[in-house]
């Protein structure tokens, strides 16, 4: 049990999701990063104060960027944009807007902020050619706090389903993200799209065989690979890495990607329900 949680979370916490002990059950405590502490009546939704915040961490990010980097205003209206759709699918997909993410999800979030921003940078593509160590760099910082919300999750007790999928789209959003860079600089052609479009195929896919949807098994390999992915395409970035190398890199993170999908669309057909 975590002190500091009233027992009226906690029994909430057990009828919501069927556990028999908060803190314990599928991935952890789902109930618990969902809640934290009891929500009174009248109490401030503190989902809409969490992605307040992020949007503030958003507009501190740019003004940084616009002072020190001369980051172009459209830049910034369409990192806003990124961010307000992701804000848009998180508060979808939340239970309860009274009940703030919890730590692990707010470090997330803050790598959503980092996300966006490289999403907003491929409205002015004059400016990143001009910047692409920055903009590398920012990649990289998005890709070491990959390992730090599983790290608070773990230390927080407080690792959910929706904290999992959270990071695992943002992964695949931000991969999508680098990917149209590195084709806007003309490092890659059009085929390396496929890198970043392979995981919206798949969930694509769900729709004509729901078994796919059905839930994975817990893989360091598929970790793995997805970490390859945006190293490749962060190192892709730099102006000394092109031509051959950059082609290689890229083609053999592609394989690995389509590798990966072949294990787990396999496991999952052998393992489908069987009508």
Not at 180 to 189: N, P, R, S, T, W
Not at 218 to 238: I, N, T
Request: hydrophobic share 55%.
């Amino acid at each position: 049990m975590v002190a500091g949680r009233c027992s009226h979370c906690r029994r909430a916490a057990r009828r919501e999701w069927g556990l028999n002990e908060v803190g314990k059950g599928r991935k952890g405590s789902m109930a618990m990063e969902q809640g934290g502490s009891c929500v009174r009546r009248g109490g401030l939704p503190r989902l809409w104060l969490d992605l307040a915040g992020g949007f503030g961490g958003l507009v501190a990010l740019v003004a940084l960027a616009s002072s020190t980097l001369a980051l172009p205003l459209a830049a910034a209206w369409a990192a806003g944009a990124a961010l307000l759709a992701i804000a848009a699918l998180i508060r979808h997909f939340w239970s309860d807007p009274r009940r703030g993410l919890g730590p692990a999800n707010r470090v997330t979030l803050a790598r959503a902020l980092l996300v966006a921003l490289l999403a907003g940078m491929l409205a002015t593509p004059a400016w990143v050619d001009a910047h692409p160590v920055q903009v590398a760099a920012l990649a990289a910082l998005a890709l070491l706090l990959d390992g730090v919300d599983g790290w608070v999750a773990r230390r927080w007790r407080c690792e959910s389903d929706f904290g999992a999928r959270f990071d695992m789209e943002l992964d695949a959003f931000l991969i999508l993200v680098l990917c149209v860079h590195l084709l806007a600089m003309d490092k890659a052609g059009p085929w390396v799209l496929a890198i970043g479009a392979m995981r919206y195929v798949f969930v694509a896919a769900m729709r004509p065989w729901p078994w796919l949807e059905r839930p994975l098994r817990e893989s360091r390999r598929r970790k793995l690979v997805c970490v390859w992915q945006v190293a490749c395409l962060l190192l892709c970035l730099l102006p000394a890495i092109g031509g051959a190398l950059a082609t290689a890199l890229l083609v053999l993170a592609l394989a690995l990607l389509a590798w990966s999908f072949a294990v787990d669309v396999r496991w999952l057909y052998h393992t489908r329900p069987q009508s």
